[in-house]
């Protein structure tokens, strides 16, 4: 069966949050699915179903009609059931409603009494509230006070205004200005759709007494809230209000048939209304039977059920603010009348759980939780497309203790949860996990993380702006962004990643209002994330990555910053930023800073261990991308032998440009050389020369001459990688610079590791590291596998590319830094930015060695540097390096922090 033949984008997100249940059976206050589970359900079509799912008394009034024979359509002859329809709820309603039009929806309703009130004053305009619903038809669209559902149909039509709700003052004040010109002013007693929303006392008599005096249609939207909802026949009677227009539909039906009806006195009705407006299955006798037998249910025994649902609601009403006042900070507030209830929950603030952030401000925690309610706990509610941080909760009148008792069961379980923060809970039914929480754990203070800036002179404001884009790299960032994500097998955490990506869209998580350097120069940033692990960022669609990353680098323009940051993969798939230029802001990869604090960090960690740089061997994982090329040439700056790994699933075109690298690499040694300047590859390149100088093998000159002729060009020179191999064979040596696919054959003869791949998994396993070896980890996610950590005491590896900065920020969980360390690529879109210097930097595959030493001056004046080893959080001392060396029982892992 296709689910999404109907509507396949609300099939969509009915899938992202496990609600497309297929029901096969409704009996009471339950659906059934395929499988036979049953489901309370609390929302009952919005309160069309108000008496549960087949109730017998409805079925019983179908049969007697039926068995009657009645006509079902007789227009313009009289329908002997809507005439009585009609009658009885002319007495039921309160004034002097004696007329009628009975139509299949609210929204048909509602758009009779615009007609109704218009040509009964002679009228254009029509009146409504702002946040108001009041149907999708294009005049009911128009009153209904949401731009978010009239934009795409160019709504609202001319003619119709909104005003605050609850407001008596503005509704005078508009009626002062503009009374003459309004027909009608429409209202819901309790703004439905917009939240359950409750006007304060004396507003519904006030608005009343208000548009009698201007001589405006009080109109009651009572489509929702009429027919016992609120615990009263109509939500009206709460003041003792008359309308004169009064609007019902819903409940009208039974949850069997689609009836509406439009109620209205002799003093609206008018002759123009009467002979011009009709409609086909209006007056029809078949659903206004059902309408009588609904209506005789609410008006049995004294009303007695609606008694109790009054009873019903207040139990449940004082319940969930027990709840509210139970876990304080997670419910904002409970709202309604009578079995008409609306949780609004809190907004998740700056400092929570990024997933937390990421889900409430992309609209949909409460579908979540809905979700959550269904899949776990059985019961069936429904989010407001309207107010995506409040639930709704509107069960048939028919609910009994026990059932109010389960569902408020499960809302303080859910409340727990959030206010402990164990959010894994609350997500694991998505991922195939739909357990009842059993012992919940306390996240809260690994998840309550502040966002930390710099301080501002009293009236001083930041002077310049920049934003940065994020997303999970891997599974470390992913738990260290939501801590009780821990909880989860990797699977579970890829799965996570993977669901996140089904709808992406980029979402501002994190604001840091000022950054201060040490030159004085200030800035304030955004952190925009997009949803998308690493390995979706591989495997998804190109195109749909990179418009998404566009998306985001858009919100950033909005927002006004002036300089965007590409976060881990956020580069990559975009060419080294060359996908996002050109649109109206300056781009950079962050890239340059990487490399120079990567290049930094494993000098430093070769000191500290002790290993002497010049002798030392370096290789480079990755050598074929941006970051990789360019360590590659600074290392060899140092040391004199490097090893280039490429990615052996394409090894041809990695060796290629493999070999265009090692050329790199012999030039940028002979310009060094030239420039006086003989440390590592300049040195084995001055030892070489001088000994084929000195020999005087013809083999020697010619060699020579190559190699001279292939560094400064010429007609047609050989390589001068080619040329370092055969003077190496020559010398019967090993060429300094290998360039292998293999990478465990050529790490395990390097001392000094740039680990710098674009891969999704883990690269480097405890057999691919010397004894003794140090590791700069630059990628992100890493390529060094945790497993290290345990198998290999005798190694260092650090986490490249962190940098101390001049102030202890701290952006929220500070993308797995500690407080006052942030990662390169960040820091080097915070220096342009102090800086003011709003060019594109680090585009590309190739970045200039001028651009690399650009930005360590930039740091130098900022005061951005190199931050200092650290392992699991805690900085690592020369001492105890040096103690490790001596007892042989090595670190590990370390971190730049």
Same mark, same amino acid.
Request: hydrophobic share 40%; charged share 25%; aromatic share 8%.
């Given at each position: 069966?296709?689910?999404?033949?109907?509507?396949?984008?609300?099939?969509?997100?009915?899938?992202?949050?496990?609600?497309?249940?297929?029901?096969?059976?409704?009996?009471?206050?339950?659906?059934?699915? !395929?499988?036979?589970?049953?489901?309370?359900?609390?929302?009952?079509?919005?309160?069309?179903?108000?008496?549960?799912?087949?109730?017998?008394?409805?079925?019983?009034?179908?049969?007697?009609?039926?068995?009657?024979?009645?006509?079902?359509?007789?227009?313009?002859?009289?329908?002997?059931?809507?005439?009585?329809?009609?009658?009885?709820?002319?007495?039921?309603?309160?004034?002097?409603?004696?007329?009628?039009?009975?139509?299949?929806?609210?929204?048909?309703?509602?758009?009779? #009494?615009?007609?109704?009130?218009?040509?009964?004053?002679?009228?254009?305009?029509?009146?409504?509230? *702002?946040?108001?619903?009041?149907?999708?038809?294009?005049?009911?669209?128009?009153?209904?006070?949401?731009?978010?559902?009239?934009?795409?149909?160019?709504?609202?039509?001319?003619?119709?205004?909104?005003?605050?709700?609850?407001?008596?003052?503005?509704?005078?004040?508009?009626?002062?200005?503009?009374?003459?010109?309004?027909?009608?002013?429409?209202?819901?007693?309790?703004?439905?759709?917009?939240?359950?929303?409750?006007?304060?006392?004396?507003?519904?008599?006030?608005?009343?007494?208000?548009?009698?005096?201007?001589?405006?249609?009080?109109?009651?939207?009572?489509?929702?809230?009429?027919?016992?909802?609120?615990?009263?026949?109509?939500?009206?009677?709460?003041?003792?209000?008359?309308?004169?227009?009064?609007?019902?539909?819903?409940?009208?039906?039974?949850?069997?048939?689609?009836?509406?009806?439009?109620?209205?006195?002799?003093?609206?009705?008018?002759?123009?209304?009467?002979?011009?407006?009709?409609?086909?299955?209006?007056?029809?006798?078949?659903?206004?039977?059902?309408?009588?037998?609904?209506?005789?249910?609410?008006?049995?025994?004294?009303?007695?059920?609606?008694?109790?649902?009054?009873?019903?609601?207040?139990?449940?009403?004082?319940?969930?603010?027990?709840?509210?006042?139970?876990?304080?900070?997670?419910?904002?507030?409970? @709202?309604?009348?009578?079995?008409?209830?609306?949780?609004?929950? *809190?907004?998740?603030?700056?400092?929570?759980?990024?997933?937390?952030?990421?889900?409430? @401000?992309?609209?949909?925690?409460?579908?979540?939780?809905?979700?959550?309610?269904?899949?776990?706990?059985?019961?069936?509610?429904?989010?407001?497309?309207?107010?995506?941080?409040?639930?709704?909760?509107?069960?048939?009148?028919?609910?009994?203790?026990?059932?109010?008792?389960?569902?408020?069961?499960?809302?303080?379980?859910?409340?727990?949860?959030?206010?402990?923060?164990?959010?894994?809970?609350?997500?694991?039914?998505?991922?195939?996990?739909?357990?009842?929480?059993?012992?919940?754990?306390?996240?809260?203070?690994?998840?309550?993380?502040?966002?930390?800036?710099?301080?501002?002179?009293?009236?001083?404001?930041?002077?310049?702006?920049?934003?940065?884009?994020?997303?999970?790299?891997?599974?470390?960032?992913?738990?260290?962004?939501?801590?009780?994500?821990?909880?989860?097998?990797?699977?579970?955490?890829?799965?996570?990643?993977?669901?996140?990506?089904?709808?992406?869209?980029?979402?501002?998580?994190?604001?840091?209002? #000022?950054?201060?350097?040490?030159?004085?120069?200030?800035?304030?940033?955004?952190?925009?994330?997009?949803?998308?692990? #690493?390995?979706?960022?591989?495997? %998804?669609?190109?195109?749909?990555?990179?418009?998404?990353?566009?998306?985001?680098?858009?919100?950033?323009?909005?927002?006004?910053?002036?300089?965007?940051?590409?976060? #881990?993969?956020?580069?990559?798939?975009?060419?080294?930023?060359?996908?996002?230029?050109?649109?109206?802001?300056?781009?950079?990869?962050?890239?340059?800073?990487?490399?120079?604090?990567?290049?930094?960090?494993?000098?430093?960690?070769?000191?500290?261990?002790?290993?002497?740089?010049?002798?030392?061997?370096?290789?480079?994982?990755?050598?074929?991308? +941006?970051?990789?090329?360019?360590?590659?040439?600074?290392?060899?700056?140092?040391?004199?032998?490097?090893?280039?790994?490429?990615?052996?699933?394409?090894?041809?075109?990695?060796?290629?440009?493999?070999?265009?690298?090692?050329?790199?690499?012999?030039?940028?040694?002979?310009?060094?050389?030239?420039?006086? !300047?003989?440390?590592?590859?300049?040195?084995?390149?001055?030892?070489?020369?001088?000994?084929?100088?000195?020999?005087?093998?013809?083999?020697?000159?010619?060699?020579?001459?190559?190699?001279? *002729?292939?560094?400064?060009?010429?007609?047609?020179?050989?390589?001068?990688?080619? %040329?370092?191999?055969?003077?190496?064979?020559?010398?019967?040596?090993?060429?300094?610079? +290998?360039?292998?696919?293999?990478?465990?054959?050529?790490?395990?003869?390097?001392?000094?590791?740039?680990?710098?791949?674009?891969?999704?998994?883990?690269?480097?396993?405890?057999?691919?590291?010397?004894?003794?070896?140090?590791?700069?980890?630059?990628?992100?996610?890493?390529?060094?596998?945790?497993?290290?950590?345990?198998?290999?005491?005798?190694?260092?590896?650090?986490?490249?590319?962190?940098?101390?900065?001049?102030?202890?920020?701290?952006?929220?969980?500070?993308?797995?830094?500690?407080?006052?360390?942030?990662?390169?690529?960040?820091?080097?879109?915070?220096?342009?930015?102090?800086?003011?210097?709003?060019?594109?930097?680090?585009?590309?595959?190739?970045?200039?060695?001028?651009?690399?030493?650009?930005?360590?001056?930039?740091?130098?004046?900022?005061?951005?540097?190199?931050?200092?080893?650290?392992?699991?959080?805690?900085?690592?001392?020369?001492?105890?390096?040096?103690?490790?060396?001596?007892?042989?029982?090595?670190?590990?892992?370390?971190?730049?922090?």
């Amino acid at each position: 069966m296709r689910a999404d033949i109907l509507n396949p984008t609300i099939n969509r997100l009915l899938e992202i949050f496990r609600l497309n249940k297929t029901y096969v059976l409704g009996a009471g206050n339950y659906l059934y699915d !395929e499988e036979g589970r049953g489901y309370l359900d609390v929302i009952a079509q919005y309160g069309a179903v108000p008496f549960g799912y087949n109730p017998d008394f409805i079925w019983q009034a179908v049969e007697r009609f039926r068995e009657s024979g009645l006509p079902t359509m007789i227009q313009p002859s009289v329908p002997l059931k809507a005439v009585e329809l009609a009658e009885r709820l002319s007495e039921a309603a309160p004034g002097d409603l004696e007329y009628a039009t009975f139509v299949q929806s609210g929204t048909e309703a509602v758009e009779a #009494a615009i007609k109704l009130a218009r040509s009964a004053t002679g009228r254009f305009k029509l009146l409504s509230t *702002e946040n108001s619903f009041h149907g999708k038809t294009l005049g009911a669209l128009s009153a209904t006070g949401r731009r978010v559902f009239q934009t795409p149909f160019y709504a609202p039509a001319s003619g119709f205004i909104q005003i605050p709700f609850g407001d008596l003052d503005a509704l005078e004040a508009k009626l002062r200005e503009e009374g003459e010109a309004i027909a009608g002013f429409l209202i819901e007693p309790i703004q439905g759709e917009g939240g359950i929303v409750v006007p304060p006392p004396g507003y519904l008599s006030g608005a009343r007494e208000l548009c009698r005096r201007h001589g405006v249609v009080f109109i009651l939207d009572e489509v929702q809230t009429g027919l016992g909802r609120t615990g009263r026949m109509f939500a009206c009677e709460k003041e003792s209000v008359e309308p004169d227009i009064l609007l019902l539909s819903k409940a009208l039906g039974g949850g069997l048939a689609p009836l509406g009806v439009c109620l209205s006195s002799p003093a609206v009705w008018n002759d123009d209304y009467g002979r011009l407006h009709s409609s086909t299955f209006s007056n029809n006798n078949f659903t206004c039977a059902i309408g009588l037998a609904v209506l005789d249910r609410l008006l049995a025994d004294d009303r007695k059920i609606i008694q109790e649902v009054k009873e019903k609601g207040d139990y449940l009403l004082l319940r969930a603010r027990e709840i509210k006042r139970r876990w304080p900070g997670v419910i904002k507030e409970v @709202r309604g009348e009578g079995l008409m209830v609306g949780l609004e929950f *809190e907004d998740f603030p700056p400092e929570d759980s990024w997933a937390m952030i990421f889900l409430s @401000r992309q609209g949909g925690f409460c579908a979540m939780l809905s979700g959550y309610l269904l899949n776990v706990c059985g019961i069936r509610s429904a989010p407001f497309l309207n107010n995506t941080m409040t639930i709704r909760l509107e069960p048939p009148l028919t609910i009994e203790y026990h059932e109010i008792d389960r569902l408020l069961e499960a809302l303080d379980r859910i409340c727990q949860t959030i206010y402990l923060k164990d959010y894994a809970w609350l997500f694991g039914y998505l991922l195939g996990d739909s357990r009842q929480p059993t012992a919940l754990k306390d996240y809260r203070a690994r998840t309550m993380r502040p966002v930390k800036c710099s301080k501002l002179e009293s009236g001083e404001q930041p002077k310049n702006r920049f934003a940065f884009l994020i997303h999970y790299p891997g599974q470390a960032e992913l738990v260290n962004a939501t801590p009780s994500f821990e909880q989860w097998s990797a699977e579970q955490q890829e799965g996570f990643l993977e669901w996140s990506a089904r709808e992406p869209q980029p979402e501002l998580v994190c604001h840091v209002p #000022a950054v201060r350097s040490l030159a004085g120069a200030t800035a304030e940033g955004w952190l925009i994330g997009v949803p998308f692990g #690493a390995k979706q960022m591989m495997e %998804l669609p190109r195109r749909q990555v990179v418009e998404t990353i566009q998306e985001a680098v858009d919100m950033a323009v909005d927002l006004g910053a002036q300089i965007v940051g590409l976060g #881990a993969y956020t580069s990559v798939v975009t060419q080294g930023g060359r996908d996002v230029q050109g649109r109206g802001v300056a781009i950079t990869s962050g890239n340059s800073f990487t490399i120079a604090m990567a290049v930094e960090g494993v000098f430093k960690g070769a000191e500290m261990m002790g290993i002497d740089i010049p002798s030392a061997r370096g290789a480079v994982v990755g050598a074929t991308g +941006s970051i990789g090329r360019v360590c590659a040439i600074l290392l060899s700056e140092r040391v004199g032998m490097v090893n280039l790994i490429g990615n052996p699933a394409h090894k041809v075109s990695s060796v290629r440009r493999l070999r265009t690298l090692a050329d790199e690499m012999i030039r940028h040694a002979a310009a060094r050389l030239e420039a006086g !300047e003989s440390e590592g590859l300049a040195s084995w390149l001055k030892r070489v020369t001088d000994q084929l100088g000195r020999s005087e093998d013809t083999e020697a000159g010619r060699l020579l001459s190559g190699l001279k *002729e292939s560094i400064v060009g010429g007609s047609e020179p050989a390589r001068p990688c080619i %040329l370092m191999e055969d003077v190496s064979r020559f010398l019967g040596e090993t060429p300094p610079v +290998s360039i292998s696919v293999d990478l465990k054959k050529s790490m395990r003869s390097a001392d000094l590791v740039i680990t710098a791949s674009s891969s999704p998994a883990f690269l480097v396993t405890s057999d691919c590291l010397k004894p003794g070896a140090v590791v700069c980890d630059v990628s992100r996610p890493y390529d060094v596998s945790p497993a290290v950590r345990e198998q290999r005491r005798d190694v260092l590896v650090f986490e490249g590319g962190l940098v101390q900065l001049p102030d202890r920020l701290a952006f929220n969980s500070n993308l797995n830094c500690r407080e006052g360390v942030n990662l390169a690529c960040l820091s080097e879109t915070m220096l342009l930015a102090l800086e003011g210097d709003f060019r594109d930097f680090s585009i590309g595959s190739r970045i200039p060695l001028e651009t690399i030493q650009y930005l360590r001056q930039l740091g130098k004046k900022h005061g951005f540097g190199l931050a200092a080893l650290h392992c699991d959080g805690r900085e690592i001392t020369e001492a105890e390096i040096s103690e490790a060396l001596a007892s042989g029982n090595h670190l590990v892992k370390a971190s730049i922090s």
